[in-house]
């Protein structure tokens, strides 16, 4: 985690109380934070009576017989079950229901293009495209329970064949565009994927970029995929391989009604794959009540939007304008970009760019064109704007603007003031008012929201994701798994029961779920992060304990990193660690072992650098490279990343009696100090 040294005015004005516009409570969902204690305190006695009037929000095509199985406890055969025997699909609940209400003509999605190409999705036509993009899948076996790789861009066809999957009851398993091919073949044979989709290629700030030809030689390795589907997106010819589909012509030629597939409520909905502690990543199973009905609940009352479940008194073309930064190969994009806002009836916008091209205020520009209201995005991507200065943001009209929000890292002191103060025109003093910042904390594995505060109603302090939504009750444990009761103290992060939004298992490997998640802490659902809860009972997360990097807000697990730096011929060894960084909040720093015989060069730093993008994909890169002999290890021969972290920012590297080699530490110490002051 980045720490900021603070002026003593600093660390006064940053440990002061922010509170929303008052007018936001006024007909908001929930009114006070007295409401909000009543109504927590009731989803904890009684989550029962809690979650089954939430589910209410869902359309059923059967009833469930029970909310869920509280016998579950957290041990080996811990499976959570919520809504148990209800039968529903939800893509019906993002779009067909809203078109039988009557609403068929009003938006549901704009999607935006970087060269500002725009597609505004009705219900009716979202519909079309989706039952289109859902026949050709049937056109091409797929089935019930197949699972469906989905490798694109953020171009509109990738909301479109995620939502054609849901609509047949296919298991989408999204790849981030920005992994490698090699990353994508890990991920199909891992859940045996019928097909593949991807684009021919994908525009970046201008250029065009190849995507499908990046998968000759690997794709061919893939032996449960049945057809690559090829999306245009430039239309170049990419087409080499007898398994190529041109996908785009297949849907044309498509007809626009496709039945929703009726499914279970615990059917799994999707795979998305994250980074762990150790080996590759885990393909993380949500399925389809319990993740809608958590993404609904969350969205609802945190961010407070109209929308077509409950208009606030508003005509449903003058709803509010959500717009989600994010990628919708992270969890952010799927929850929150697609599934959450469609079956809520929000409008929500889908964004295909980068926030810096063609200029530094597109975001801001988006805000001011179409209308947005409640604007989401990362710290890093904050960070990075705000070293454009205040006047990129001062040029447009942000006026509709009633929330902002954030996702992903601790959104530190430096840029909290700036999103307050120059996008929300916050207020300071003594009592700051101004527009929400809405801290959220959450996990891939978690489906939504965890900790959050209520945009209308939360006073806010900066860093923090302040209280736990509803039905969601957190614990600070020491290593004994005892609660910690001491305030201001650093502890482990975790919860002591389901929730609907839960994961469910890891992809063919439930055990790996156990173990991971609910072994460390017996009874709990461990996060992997250390929090903190202050004297006001304000909670904040002060970072991972285990393995996982997160840079620019992507996860990374160390374990993937230095697999991918390990298969460059001349090394014969690495260990990766987080390092600070100003904008992407950390980047790695790799410990690099070479061959015998091989001479360190600037150029093999270089040449090591481009074979990790090449592997991993461009997202995944070392950025400082340190040479060395060796890295200190256990006896049982496990990286100390710890005393690594350590010796790379120069901290004290404390005990380290339990190290197999403890000798080459001082030769790490050494050549940390040769390295000098790192700059970016
Ligand atoms: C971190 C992203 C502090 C945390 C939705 C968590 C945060 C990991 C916050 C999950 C936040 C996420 N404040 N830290 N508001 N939100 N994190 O799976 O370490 O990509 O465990 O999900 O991001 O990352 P993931």
Request: aromatic letters at 12%; one cysteine or more.
């Amino acid at each position: 985690m980045v720490k900021f040294y603070m002026s003593s005015e600093q660390e006064k004005e940053k440990s002061k109380k922010y509170y929303p516009l008052p007018e936001l409570s006024e007909n908001a969902r929930v009114k006070s934070m007295d409401e909000y204690k009543k109504m927590w305190k009731k989803s904890i006695e009684d989550p029962d009576a809690f979650w089954a009037e939430e589910a209410k929000m869902v359309d059923w095509f059967e009833p469930y017989d029970k909310v869920w199985i509280q016998e579950s406890k957290y041990d080996d055969n811990f499976v959570g079950q919520w809504f148990v025997g209800g039968k529903l699909n939800v893509v019906y609940n993002c779009i067909d229901r809203w078109i039988e209400k009557g609403y068929g003509d009003e938006i549901a999605l704009i999607w935006i293009g970087e060269d500002d190409t725009e597609k505004k999705y009705t219900y009716k036509t979202l519909k079309d495209d989706v039952c289109k993009a859902a026949n050709a899948l049937k056109e091409l076996g797929v089935e019930k329970g197949d699972r469906v790789c989905i490798w694109l861009p953020m171009v509109a066809d990738l909301a479109i064949v995620m939502l054609a999957c849901a609509r047949i009851g296919a298991i989408h398993s999204i790849v981030f565009g920005g992994f490698s091919a090699e990353s994508v073949k890990d991920r199909i044979d891992d859940s045996d994927c019928k097909l593949l989709i991807v684009a021919d290629q994908t525009r970046r700030a201008g250029k065009a970029k190849p995507m499908k030809d990046n998968l000759e030689g690997i794709i061919e390795e893939c032996s449960s995929i049945e057809h690559v589907c090829i999306v245009k997106v430039t239309g170049a010819d990419t087409y080499s391989y007898d398994k190529d589909v041109d996908f785009t012509a297949l849907m044309d030629k498509q007809s626009t009604d496709c039945e929703c597939e009726v499914m279970d409520a615990e059917d799994p909905l999707f795979i998305l794959y994250t980074s762990g502690t150790t080996g590759k990543p885990k393909g993380v199973v949500h399925t389809t009540a319990g993740y809608l009905v958590y993404g609904m609940s969350t969205n609802k009352y945190v961010w407070d939007y109209s929308c077509l479940i409950d208009l606030k008194g508003v005509k449903p073309k003058d709803r509010d304008v959500w717009y989600c930064t994010a990628d919708i190969g992270w969890i952010t994009g799927h929850t929150q970009i697609i599934y959450s806002p469609l079956a809520l009836g929000a409008i929500s916008i889908m964004y295909e760019g980068v926030p810096t091209w063609p200029h530094k205020g597109r975001f801001w520009e988006l805000c001011q064109k179409y209308n947005v209201t409640h604007f989401y995005t990362a710290p890093t991507a904050i960070r990075a704007l705000m070293k454009f200065g205040d006047e990129e943001v001062k040029k447009w009209d942000l006026s509709k603007l009633k929330m902002l929000g954030t996702v992903g890292e601790v959104c530190n002191w430096p840029e909290w003031k700036w999103y307050w103060t120059v996008v929300g025109n916050g207020s300071t003093g003594e009592k700051p008012v101004g527009r929400p910042i809405v801290d959220s904390y959450w996990q891939t594995e978690t489906g939504s929201y965890m900790m959050v505060n209520f945009g209308a109603i939360t006073p806010m302090k900066p860093g923090s994701c302040t209280f736990p939504f509803f039905g969601v009750n957190p614990k600070l444990l020491d290593e004994e798994g005892d609660e910690v009761e001491k305030t201001n103290t650093q502890a482990y992060f975790a919860y002591d029961r389901p929730w609907p939004g839960l994961m469910r298992s890891v992809w063919g490997d439930h055990p790996r779920f156990v173990n991971t998640y609910l072994k460390k802490f017996d009874g709990h659902y461990f996060t992997g992060d250390y929090a903190m809860i202050d004297d006001e009972g304000y909670y904040f997360i002060l970072g991972r304990s285990d393995d996982v990097i997160k840079v620019s807000g992507h996860r990374l697990g160390s374990a993937e990193v230095e697999s991918a730096i390990n298969s460059h011929p001349k090394v014969a060894e690495s260990a990766v660690v987080p390092y600070p960084h100003p904008v992407k909040g950390s980047t790695i720093f790799a410990y690099v072992t070479l061959m015998t015989g091989v001479d360190p060069s600037d150029d093999l730093k270089k040449d090591i650098q481009k074979h990790t993008r090449k592997v991993a994909g461009p997202a995944v890169l070392p950025e400082i490279i340190m040479f060395t002999e060796a890295v200190p290890k256990t006896r049982s021969g496990k990286i100390m990343r710890r005393i690594l972290k350590a010796i790379a920012t120069k901290q004290d590297i404390g005990n380290t009696m339990t190290l197999a080699n403890p000798e080459v530490v001082e030769n790490l110490i050494e050549e940390r100090e040769k390295l000098g002051e790192i700059k970016f």
